[in-house]
């Protein structure tokens, strides 16, 4: 569907994307696919025929506005990390009442935007709550919340992605989530919706899911006998997706709601909050090779993206597969991918096996379409890349690379009165 090989090129749906990079001029850059985004959400919307559902795509794995609007004509909702992300999301034309807002430190400025415009909140701890029915009393209005259950269960993915385990800094106990619900009776300022839990990032153990779900309808069970508007369970995101492409299944989204499907009771409308798997594997970040360092012992593949376009794997030891976007007929050789970031921490992967390139090839980091740009920086003075959507053979800029004149711009200096 989205990124294939033929004749020894690398395209990205119609297109050669060696072409693009001649069209486009300037690397590096993100390239996206517009039907594999599709294929991926309607592998969540598909699978949820005959479940009363939502799907909430999280806007924190790529804030595209054009990738939002194409997940609005999909038919889904956005879950917002910060009062930017719903501006945004309203940009793109979602509805407040499609908006989910998530958070364990949300602003008074947010909570307002969010809570006037009814948008729906993840109640995330004791003061958050406060916080919540302060701003909704000085509005006048009622919050719609649900609350954020820790549910104290291990993810088993990398520590800086896990937030199931009491241990991380997301939700309330589920001892203390009882209380809250039951404190919510009558509550003016504050209608409960529902009940929610995250556990983490890039799952691939569906039991672990299922546990999830278990505690979330004790839970739900309890709150409808707080307040009749109750109907949601959010099971939050998180599932993963096949970096490595080997042959260590990661199980479909279809097969996750397969597996769950039994356990939904009939009163319940489900929302699942997908990021990863809707983007992720819908998106490259585009490189050309600037040189190749032997020295002997270690071997050094030098691109032009970065820890700077790319985080992840300076962050979380992440693997991307990587890949020439012509294939080289020379005999392999291991090699770090590495940027021209002044770090040793600057590498796109470690020890790969790949034949040697000539100055100038291109290079395809996969898989990079979550938490690619959204996490990007101007470290070492780098400009943030631009962004393009394939549609079948039409490409389209959905976002200018960034110009020096743009960086200059928020300099200017001004005295504090
Ligand atoms: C509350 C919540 N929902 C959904 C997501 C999306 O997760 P993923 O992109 O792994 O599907 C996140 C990401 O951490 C999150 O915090």
Same mark, same amino acid.
């Given at each position: 569907m989205g990124y294939y090989y033929q004749d020894s090129s690398l395209f990205c749906e119609g297109l050669k994307v060696k072409d693009i990079i001649e069209r486009v001029g300037q690397t590096p850059f993100y390239l996206y696919s517009a039907g594999q985004i599709t294929a991926n959400y309607r592998a969540y919307s598909e699978s949820l025929v005959g479940i009363p559902s939502v799907i909430s795509y999280?806007? /924190?794995a790529n804030g595209n506005l054009k990738i939002l609007k194409l997940l609005r004509s999909l038919g889904s909702w956005v879950t917002l990390a910060s009062g930017n992300e719903l501006k945004l999301a309203l940009e793109a #034309? &979602? %509805?407040? %009442?499609q908006a989910i807002l998530n958070g364990n430190g949300k602003t008074l400025e947010e909570l307002r935007l969010v809570i006037e415009l009814g948008a729906i909140v993840n109640v995330d701890s004791e003061f958050d709550l406060i916080h919540i029915q302060r701003v909704a009393g000085e509005l006048n209005t009622r919050a719609k919340v649900l609350i954020r259950v820790n549910p104290d269960i291990d993810p088993e993915v990398h520590p800086y992605i =896990?937030?199931?385990?009491?241990?991380? /800094?997301f939700g309330v106990a589920v001892n203390e989530a009882v209380e809250m619900v039951k404190s919510l009776a009558g509550m003016q300022s504050v209608q409960l919706l529902g009940v929610h839990c995250h556990l983490g990032s890039n799952l691939n153990n569906i039991a672990v899911y299922q546990r999830a779900l278990t505690v979330l309808i004790e839970l739900f069970q309890i709150a409808k006998e707080v307040s009749d508007r109750v109907r949601y369970i959010n099971l939050g995101g998180g599932w993963g997706i *096949?970096? +490595? +492409? *080997?042959?260590?299944k990661v199980p479909s989204p279809q097969e996750l709601i397969q597996s769950i499907r039994w356990m939904i009771p009939k009163d319940v409308t489900l929302i699942l909050e997908p990021g990863r798997s809707i983007v992720g594997n819908a998106g490259v970040l585009v490189c050309r090779v600037i040189g190749v360092k032997d020295r002997g012992d270690r071997r050094f593949i030098v691109v032009d993206g970065s820890m700077a376009e790319l985080i992840r794997p300076s962050l979380y030891g992440a693997y991307h597969k990587a890949g020439f976007v012509e294939e080289v007929n020379r005999d392999p050789v291991r090699y770090d991918i590495v940027?021209?970031?002044? %770090? =040793?921490?600057? &590498?796109? #992967? /470690? *020890?790969r096996l790949l034949p040697p390139p000539n100055e100038g090839a291109g290079v395809a980091i996969f *898989?990079?379409?979550?938490y690619g740009y959204v996490m990007s920086s101007n470290y070492n003075g780098r400009a943030s890349p631009a962004e393009y959507l394939v549609y079948g053979d039409q490409l389209f800029q959905i976002r200018k690379r960034e110009g020096f004149e743009d960086h200059l711009r928020l300099f200017d200096e001004r005295e504090i009165l």
């Open positions: 999280a806007v /924190k #034309g &979602f %509805e407040p %009442e =896990s937030t199931g385990l009491l241990s991380s /800094k *096949d970096y +490595h +492409h *080997d042959n260590v940027g021209p970031v002044c %770090e =040793s921490a600057d &590498f796109l #992967g /470690k *020890d *898989d990079a379409g979550a």
